[in-house]
C-alpha cells in the first residue's frame, strides 16, 4: 500500500480485518509519506508514519484520528509559559516520547527506515511501515499571509493546523523531493507485490510526494501486480482533509474521475517522465455516472460504498478493491471475490 495518515491507516485496519475474518496472514507492506514531517522544538515529528503506527498499534485518539490516546499535556502547556511556540500546533506527552525516541536515533546515525522499525518493536502493527524516503523531504504551501496579504511559503503543517486550509494558496512545493531516494525496501516491495492499494489518501501531499520521490512512479508503472486505487472524493469534495483546496492548486478537477485521470493508466503512456500508475479505480455510488469517462482513460472501475464507517464496511471496500485487482489480473469482466484475491 502507498499510505498517507488517517485515511490509510483507516483503510488498512480494514485489511486486517478482512484478513482476520478469513483466517489469512498476509505479508502487507506500507509505503508511507514523509514529507508532512518537520522538526518542532528539536525533534523530528512524522505525522503520518506515526498515525499508521499508531492505529494499527491500537494506540490512536480515536477521536482526533492522530496522537495517543489518554493524552496529557503538561509540556506543552509549560513550553506556552515560557512563551516558545508555535501555540497552534502542541505535542502531548505520551506522543513526545516516540519523537525523542525518534530523534535520538537519528542523531546516533540511524536512518529513518531503521528507526520506524525499531519503533514498530513496541507497536507490533502487523505491517512492514516503511517510509517513502530516508532524505529530508519537506511539503511547503504557497499561501496569501492572512496579516499581510503577501505571499509567502509555509511548512505544509502550518498551512494545514494553524491555518485549516482556509487561506487562498497558489502552489504546492515539496522541498528536497528530487534528490530523494526510495528507502530501503520500497522498490523491492513494489516489484514482488501480488497486489498494490492506494488507499484513499491525499493525491497531493500524500499519495503525490511518494510518487513524487524518483524510482516509485516507475517502479509502480513496471510491477507485475495489478495496481488499484481508491477515491478520497465522494461526488465533488473530499471526506476529509484538504484534498479539495489543493488539487484546485495543482489543476486537477476535483472529482473521482479527475483524481483518476491526474493518476494516469499504467496502459497509456502518460507524459514523458510520468507514467500512470493505476490499473483500477473504485468510486462512490454517487459516481457511478463518471465510470465510462474513467474507463475511457484506460482504468477499470467499479462503483461501490465508499464510507469507512466500521471495520466491517472498510473490511467490505477492501475486498471490493481485491476483486477489482483480481478482475484487472485475470482479465475476466466479472472478477473474483476480494477474499480470493
Same mark, same amino acid.
Given at each position: 500500500?502507498? !499510505?498517507?495518515?488517517?485515511?490509510?491507516?483507516?483503510? @488498512?485496519?480494514?485489511?486486517?480485518?478482512?484478513?482476520?475474518?478469513?483466517?489469512?496472514? /498476509? #505479508?502487507?507492506?506500507?509505503?508511507?509519506?514523509?514529507?508532512?514531517? &518537520? &522538526? %518542532?522544538?528539536?525533534?523530528?515529528?512524522?505525522?503520518? $508514519?506515526?498515525?499508521?503506527?499508531?492505529?494499527?498499534?491500537?494506540?490512536?485518539?480515536?477521536?482526533?484520528?492522530?496522537?495517543?490516546?489518554?493524552?496529557? &499535556?503538561?509540556?506543552?502547556?509549560?513550553?506556552?509559559?515560557?512563551?516558545? =511556540?508555535?501555540?497552534?500546533?502542541?505535542?502531548?506527552?505520551?506522543?513526545?516520547?516516540?519523537?525523542?525516541?525518534?530523534?535520538?536515533?537519528?542523531?546516533?546515525?540511524? /536512518?529513518?527506515?531503521?528507526?520506524?522499525?525499531? $519503533?514498530? #518493536?513496541?507497536?507490533?502493527?502487523?505491517?512492514?511501515? %516503511?517510509?517513502?524516503?530516508?532524505?529530508?523531504?519537506?511539503?511547503?504551501?504557497?499561501?496569501?499571509?492572512?496579516?499581510?496579504?503577501?505571499? #509567502?511559503?509555509?511548512?505544509?503543517?502550518?498551512?494545514?493546523?494553524?491555518?485549516? +486550509?482556509?487561506?487562498?494558496?497558489?502552489?504546492?512545493?515539496?522541498?528536497?523531493?528530487?534528490?530523494?531516494?526510495?528507502?530501503?525496501?520500497?522498490?523491492?516491495?513494489?516489484?514482488?507485490?501480488?497486489?498494490?492499494?492506494?488507499?484513499?489518501?491525499?493525491?497531493?501531499?500524500?499519495?503525490?510526494?511518494?510518487?513524487?520521490?524518483?524510482?516509485?512512479?516507475?517502479? %509502480?508503472?513496471?510491477?507485475?501486480?495489478?495496481?488499484?486505487?481508491? !477515491?478520497?472524493?465522494?461526488?465533488?469534495?473530499?471526506?476529509?482533509?484538504?484534498?479539495?483546496?489543493?488539487?484546485?492548486?495543482?489543476?486537477?478537477?476535483?472529482?473521482?474521475?479527475?483524481?483518476?485521470?491526474?493518476?494516469?493508466?499504467?496502459?497509456?503512456?502518460?507524459?514523458?517522465?510520468?507514467? =500512470?500508475?493505476?490499473? =483500477?479505480?473504485?468510486?462512490?455510488?454517487?459516481?457511478?455516472?463518471? $465510470?465510462?469517462?474513467?474507463?475511457?482513460?484506460?482504468?477499470?472501475? #467499479?462503483?461501490?460504498?465508499?464510507?469507512?464507517?466500521?471495520?466491517?464496511?472498510?473490511?467490505? @471496500?477492501?475486498?471490493?478493491? %481485491?476483486?477489482?485487482?483480481?478482475?484487472?489480473?485475470?482479465?475476466?469482466?466479472?472478477?473474483? +471475490?476480494?477474499?480470493?484475491?
Amino acid at each position: 500500500m502507498l !499510505s498517507g495518515g488517517v485515511g490509510g491507516a483507516r483503510f @488498512l485496519q480494514g485489511l486486517l480485518h478482512l484478513a482476520a475474518r478469513h483466517g489469512a496472514s /498476509p #505479508r502487507i507492506s506500507v509505503v508511507t509519506n514523509t514529507a508532512d514531517d &518537520w &522538526w %518542532l522544538h528539536g525533534l523530528k515529528v512524522c505525522p503520518d $508514519l506515526d498515525t499508521v503506527m499508531y492505529t494499527l498499534g491500537d494506540g490512536i485518539d480515536v477521536e482526533r484520528g492522530w496522537g495517543r490516546r489518554d493524552e496529557t &499535556w503538561n509540556a506543552r502547556d509549560e513550553l506556552a509559559a515560557y512563551g516558545v =511556540g508555535p501555540a497552534w500546533f502542541g505535542l502531548g506527552d505520551r506522543d513526545l516520547a516516540t519523537h525523542l525516541v525518534r530523534t535520538q536515533m537519528l542523531d546516533a546515525g540511524y /536512518p529513518l527506515s531503521a528507526v520506524t522499525t525499531a $519503533l514498530c #518493536r513496541r507497536w507490533e502493527p502487523g505491517v512492514e511501515l %516503511l517510509p517513502m524516503t530516508d532524505d529530508r523531504v519537506e511539503t511547503h504551501v504557497v499561501v496569501d499571509d492572512p496579516d499581510t496579504g503577501e505571499q #509567502r511559503a509555509v511548512h505544509f503543517q502550518e498551512y494545514w493546523v494553524r491555518h485549516h +486550509a482556509e487561506v487562498p494558496a497558489h502552489a504546492v512545493v515539496p522541498i528536497g523531493i528530487e534528490d530523494a531516494t526510495p528507502a530501503p525496501g520500497v522498490l523491492d516491495a513494489i516489484a514482488q507485490a501480488d497486489v498494490v492499494l492506494v488507499p484513499p489518501s491525499n493525491p497531493v501531499v500524500s499519495v503525490g510526494t511518494i510518487l513524487g520521490v524518483p524510482g516509485i512512479r516507475e517502479a %509502480l508503472a513496471s510491477t507485475p501486480a495489478p495496481v488499484v486505487g481508491v !477515491s478520497g472524493i465522494i461526488g465533488k469534495d473530499h471526506v476529509r482533509g484538504m484534498a479539495r483546496q489543493l488539487l484546485g492548486v495543482v489543476g486537477v478537477e476535483v472529482s473521482a474521475a479527475g483524481v483518476a485521470e491526474h493518476y494516469g493508466a499504467r496502459s497509456r503512456p502518460a507524459e514523458p517522465g510520468r507514467p =500512470g500508475v493505476l490499473d =483500477g479505480w473504485l468510486v462512490d455510488e454517487v459516481d457511478a455516472p463518471a $465510470l465510462p469517462r474513467i474507463e475511457a482513460a484506460g482504468i477499470a472501475a #467499479r462503483a461501490v460504498p465508499l464510507w469507512m464507517t466500521d471495520a466491517d464496511a472498510t473490511a467490505d @471496500l477492501v475486498g471490493e478493491a %481485491l476483486g477489482l485487482a483480481s478482475q484487472v489480473a485475470t482479465g475476466t469482466a466479472a472478477g473474483r +471475490a476480494g477474499t480470493d484475491a
